[in-house]
């Protein structure tokens, strides 16, 4: 009997290999770029304690978030056990994404209360660099139902270090100039800051 059990194991084995085979060979031709594969593997390694979970739970947050996709990004990550999110939650670079997606989230949804109390937290972040600007329109388009309910001025936000910020932006990020100088703009029409130049 044992030796029965022996020499079918590697036949088993066999097939699995080929089913394997074939359902990877599925994937990539359904994902040729694997996109979605990468993904689940970072989301299987964000588990892990550490360094290495952190770093996969911040690759996940930003791949929802390159794919403007705030609402399953942010139901991911409220989805982690909560003693993994209380670990990551600390690391820069996962609370980085973590706040961007839930903004995402929040503006995606039309919710302006909570828009702009996410944004307030993402504008916060000194690591924005080229990204500012699009965090900034994103804010100023956050409208709750009634337009008589839009304050004149962004109480809890920074604007005067944000319109600086958005000023050495445009010679960070020549390519994104023209853009930031319209949000810009904008920032200091809601703000009534002094247009650039003055």
């Known amino acids: 009997m044992r030796a029965r059990c022996c020499r079918t194991g590697p036949r088993l084995r066999g097939i699995l290999l080929v089913l394997f085979g074939a359902v990877t060979l599925a994937a990539a031709a359904a994902d040729p770029d694997h996109s979605a594969i990468a993904p689940?593997?970072?989301?299987?390694?964000?588990?892990?304690?550490?360094?290495?979970g952190a770093a996969a739970a911040g690759r996940v947050l930003a791949d929802f978030y390159r794919r403007q996709d705030g609402e399953a990004g942010f139901a991911w990550w409220m989805g982690l056990p909560i003693?993994?999110?209380?670990?990551?939650?600390?690391?820069?670079?996962?609370?980085?994404?973590?706040?961007?997606?839930?903004f995402l989230r929040d503006a995606q949804r039309g919710d302006a209360a909570a828009c702009r109390f996410s944004?307030?937290?993402?504008l916060r972040d000194p690591e924005l660099g080229c990204d500012r600007a699009e965090q900034v329109r994103r804010y100023l388009d956050c409208r709750p139902a009634d337009p008589s309910d839009v304050p004149s001025d962004l109480p809890g936000?920074?604007?005067?270090?944000?319109?600086?910020?958005?000023?050495?932006?445009t010679e960070n990020c020549p390519l994104l100039a023209t853009r930031i100088v319209e949000v810009r703009a904008r920032l200091a029409a809601a703000t009534g800051a002094k247009p650039s130049g003055q």
């Open 83 to 102: 003693a993994v999110r209380s670990r990551h939650a600390v690391v820069p670079e996962v609370r980085r994404w973590r706040y961007r997606v839930e």
């Open 119 to 122: 944004g307030a937290v993402v």
């Open 40 to 52: 689940g593997v970072d989301r299987n390694h964000a588990l892990l304690h550490g360094p290495e």
């Open 157 to 169: 936000l920074p604007t005067d270090a944000l319109i600086a910020q958005l000023d050495r932006d």
